[in-house]
């Protein structure tokens, strides 16, 4: 009792959860809300079904507090193992939904596991960087680390499920603040930015401005005596990938995948197929004006115009009856959270702990960034849920698990002081 009296919580980052949350179950009501419904407690009702996962979540944190900072260092690969083989199970057990095999079903109840699977990640991720043996600066260990990145999202990918593997790009940037040179990143963007401009203009004009820019640094650097050949091989590299860019998109990316990047880029105009559920979330948000038309009052999310608007499009319920300013202050409380988590991960004094902070906080804004962007037309529609906010016990108690064992790692910081 004496040591748990000493353990000092982060009570900033707990109450930006908790309002987040809340924020989140007001719009689900708001989304879900049905008026013929036999009442408040109606199981059937998706509101009321994430009323009880959030206070299950509330035992999950309790858990999760009580357990030993060191138990989640000392079993972070048990845990990996046990998220792996989890996935792997749903080639034989798991059911589709949406067309994706990413889900058990257990009575009433479902489970996605790859939500799980990214604290489970970051935990194997923040051991095998902390390890007194690994050096990120060694070719090996760099591959090792990518190879416990994106083990999962391999995984992952074949049920399909794009959107929940593409969230583990996430986990390169806490790489870099452990001494990951930096080309990894540039090189990371250099790739998708040929391929988002190749498919915007086409092969021939990408492939006249990598020249460009090639005998642009040749001449910059001519006092220097530069390696002609350098340049050429890697001018011969982005040619290449962007001839082959074409392949790719046309045979590795689904045709509901290739539509949305076409809608994305302008080359399609589609309101009423694949580019439906974009156009009413721009809709609604738009709607919404300045102070938004009030709690219930969305003639958008009323009529249910916006199809998935309680999980992946929760956002457009805010921009429509919280108008700008509500949807300006859910994007500071996200802020905040992440600002936060970075503020915390820096005074660790474990580097495991300090790792597992950076994973935290870059799996959160890979999430908020991809999702806003999502539903206001910025970027494809991908599936990837709003943190805290979208209907779903999976991912609610994903990332409830995902903070909360940072809090716990950050409280020991006290203990040990």
């Not at 989890?86 to 257990?106: D, I, M, P, Q, R």
């Not at 002609?228 to 890697?234: L, P, Q, R, S």
């Not at 309101?271 to 009030?294: F, H, L, M, R």
Request: proline share 3%.
């Amino acid at each position: 009792m004496a040591r748990a009296r000493r353990l000092k919580f982060d009570w900033i980052t707990i109450i930006i959860y908790l309002a987040l949350v809340s924020i989140g179950w007001i719009n689900i009501y708001s989304a879900s809300y049905n008026e013929t419904s036999a009442g408040f407690f109606d199981f059937s009702q998706t509101y009321f079904k994430q009323l009880i996962w959030i206070g299950l979540s509330l035992v999950l944190i309790t858990f999760i507090l009580a357990l030993e900072a060191k138990f989640y260092e000392r079993f972070s690969s048990v845990i990996y193992l046990v998220s792996l083989l989890s996935l792997l199970g749903l080639f034989v057990l798991g059911k589709n939904v949406n067309g994706a095999t990413s889900w058990y079903f257990f009575g009433g109840f479902s489970i996605q596991p790859s939500e799980f699977a990214k604290a489970a990640t970051a935990l194997a991720l923040a051991k095998f960087v902390s390890d007194i043996q690994t050096d990120l600066k060694e070719f090996k260990d760099q591959i090792k680390a990518l190879i416990l990145i994106f083990l999962p999202a391999l995984i992952i990918i074949p049920q399909p499920d794009p959107g929940s593997a593409l969230v583990y790009v996430a986990l390169i940037f806490p790489l870099y603040r452990e001494g990951l040179h930096y080309i990894y990143l540039l090189l990371g963007f250099i790739v998708a930015a040929l391929f988002v401009t190749t498919l915007a203009i086409g092969v021939p004009w990408v492939t006249v401005g990598i020249l460009i820019i090639a005998i642009f640094f040749y001449l910059k650097n001519k006092k220097r005596k530069p390696n002609i050949f350098k340049y050429g091989i890697i001018a011969a590299a982005c040619i290449g990938f962007s001839v082959s860019v074409n392949f790719i998109f046309e045979n590795v990316l689904e045709q509901r995948h290739r539509d949305r990047f076409n809608i994305v880029l302008g080359k399609e105009v589609d309101t009423k197929d694949i580019g439906y559920n974009t156009n009413q979330s721009e809709i609604a948000i738009g709607s919404g004006g300045w102070t938004g038309k009030g709690w219930l009052q969305g003639t958008q999310t009323k009529g249910k115009f916006v199809p998935e608007q309680d999980t992946d499009y929760i956002f457009s319920t805010v921009g429509e009856e919280w108008g700008f300013l509500g949807s300006l202050v859910v994007v500071l409380l996200f802020l905040f959270l992440i600002i936060r988590l970075l503020i915390l991960a820096e005074r660790q004094k474990s580097q495991f702990s300090r790792v597992y902070g950076y994973s935290v906080a870059s799996i959160i804004f890979f999430h908020f960034f991809i999702n806003i962007g999502m539903v206001s037309g910025l970027l494809p529609t991908i599936g990837i849920p709003l943190p805290f906010f979208s209907y779903g016990g999976s991912g609610l108690w994903g990332f409830t698990i995902l903070l909360f064992i940072f809090i716990r790692l950050d409280a020991s910081n006290y203990v040990n002081r």
